[in-house]
């Protein structure tokens, strides 16, 4: 079992500032604590409370020495919160250790038992930051009075995504099969590459095309969620499909494909819909969702899922329209990211709110209230091209390797559009709407936990 502490790209920003400096700082991180369906543990980071100035009493390269009212206000935010109080101080100086001294588990054991008490916490935590090469390097852990586990990870999401694991873990070794990847961006991006959880909703074309990407890429961990099985028009599309496959699951057609790949991948298969309340449970447990979804019920949860849980989405779409003779005159391709500071699908205008509504009700429902005028009537089938599915699917998956290796362009857009009909790409960074739940002064980033989850209505 794995302990992730998942931190906005602003509070990394913040702590890598406090790291570079010339003296150690402290702070107390606020996190909400949400355990996995497979027993993991995240921990959300919503804020950072530092230090200030006027309540250090020593601060010095090696030493520091905080008066009580350098924190205590942060212990009465995190009671206020309902959220996990971390004490966090820094070892200044390129390339220092993170590692805890004799003198930092002396101070630990001094503060565990205030702090629980003082934001009415079932649990402590500590966390050591420091920095090498413009790189976050951490320790830490977290105790409830009858022991403590190790925070494994650190997950960085924002702009830009980063992942480091614990300094008191060592490196797995990379296999030559990744010689080529490693040559192109190097060895710390590979294993990152092999220690996230991913997530890819919906198995058609656009998305078989970004797990076998994935796959090829070096992910590891793969769910795969779709509740459609094969039909025989899908297997122009869908890769690892055959004609022999048609009217079993998708999830099964592609997750048996991908374990021909290579031999140590896992796979998840959700043969589901992610509007159900016990299938979308399961993408918490994720680092990173892509959203390959046609329905725009489906697309609603993602975008909640990546203001709540702090889970990145990056989703697809792919759009074919024709002239009256059948004639293709217009292919649409979008790539749109998620992350805390980013506008979700709705602020964007990507979601169709009244098919939404209509996709949640059941069969029944929806013929009723369709022939009372009262919901509009699904779509049809929409024309799909297995090129356009298969290019939408690279820029997707190269979203994913830009922004852990950090080459492109600043400010980081968040969303990627493709008319391929007229060989153009284009880019745009929109932020949320005032107060909408997207936007970080709703209180909604990092909420998790919630009755009922995501703060929506679920199918029975």
């Known amino acids: 079992m794995t302990a992730t502490l998942v931190v906005p790209g602003h509070i990394a920003s913040r702590l890598q500032k406090l790291a570079s ?106 966390l050591i930051v420091a920095t090498e090469g413009g790189a976050l390097r951490f320790t830490g ?48 991006v590979q294993r990152v590459l092999g220690d996230l959880r991913v997530a890819v909703v919906g198995c058609g074309g656009t998305g078989s095309a970004v797990a076998e990407q994935l796959v090829r890429l070096g992910i590891r961990d793969l769910l795969l969620a779709d509740p459609d099985k094969l039909s025989e028009s899908n297997t122009t599309r869908v890769y690892g499909s055959g004609w022999t496959d048609v009217g079993r699951p998708k999830v099964d057609v592609l997750g048996d494909h991908l374990e021909t790949i290579v031999a140590d991948v896992q796979i998840e298969r959700l043969n589901g819909m992610i509007t159900v309340e016990s299938a979308a449970r399961q993408l918490v447990d994720v680092d990173v969702i892509f959203g390959c979804t046609d329905d725009n019920a489906g697309r609603l949860i993602l975008s909640r899922l990546a203001t709540y849980m702090l889970v990145p989405v990056i989703d697809c779409g792919v759009l074919l329209t024709s002239d009256q003779n059948q004639r293709l005159d217009g292919i649409h391709g979008r790539v749109t990211i998620l992350h805390p500071g980013a506008a979700c ?116």
């Open 21 to 126: 400096s010339e003296v150690e700082s402290g702070a107390v991180l606020l996190a909400r604590l949400v355990m996995t369906p497979r027993g993991n543990t995240r921990l959300l980071a919503t804020e950072l409370h530092e230090v200030p100035d006027d309540a250090y009493e020593i601060r010095e390269a090696l030493e520091l020495l905080i008066r009580s009212e350098g924190y205590v206000g942060a212990l009465g935010r995190a009671e206020e919160t309902q959220t996990v109080p971390i004490w966090m101080h820094t070892h200044p100086g390129e390339g220092s250790s993170p590692r805890s001294s004799r003198h930092d588990r002396k101070v630990d054991s001094q503060l565990s038992d205030l702090f629980r008490l003082r934001a009415d916490s079932a649990y402590y935590g500590a």
């Open 345 to 460: 699908l709705i602020c964007r205008g990507r979601v169709d709110l009244a098919r939404a509504a209509s996709e949640m009700l059941t069969p029944e429902e929806r013929v009723r209230l369709v022939e009372e005028g009262y919901a509009p009537a699904l779509a049809g089938v929409e024309p799909a091209v297995v090129t356009f599915t298969s290019m939408v699917a690279a820029m997707a998956v190269s979203e994913l390797i830009e922004r852990l290796t950090h080459y492109g362009e600043e400010p980081v857009p968040n969303e990627v559009l493709l008319r391929m009909h007229d060989r153009e790409i284009s880019t745009n960074l929109q932020t949320p709407r005032s107060l909408h739940y997207c936007d970080p002064g709703s209180g909604k980033l990092g909420l998790g936990e919630t009755t009922p989850f995501l703060e929506q209505t679920w199918q029975a």
């Open 141 to 188: 852990h977290l105790e409830d009075g009858r022991g403590h586990v190790r925070i494994d990870r650190l997950w960085t999401v924002g702009p830009r995504f980063a992942l480091q694991t614990n300094d008191d873990a060592g490196l797995p070794s990379l296999p030559n099969m990744y010689d080529r990847n490693i040559r192109a961006f190097g060895g710390s």
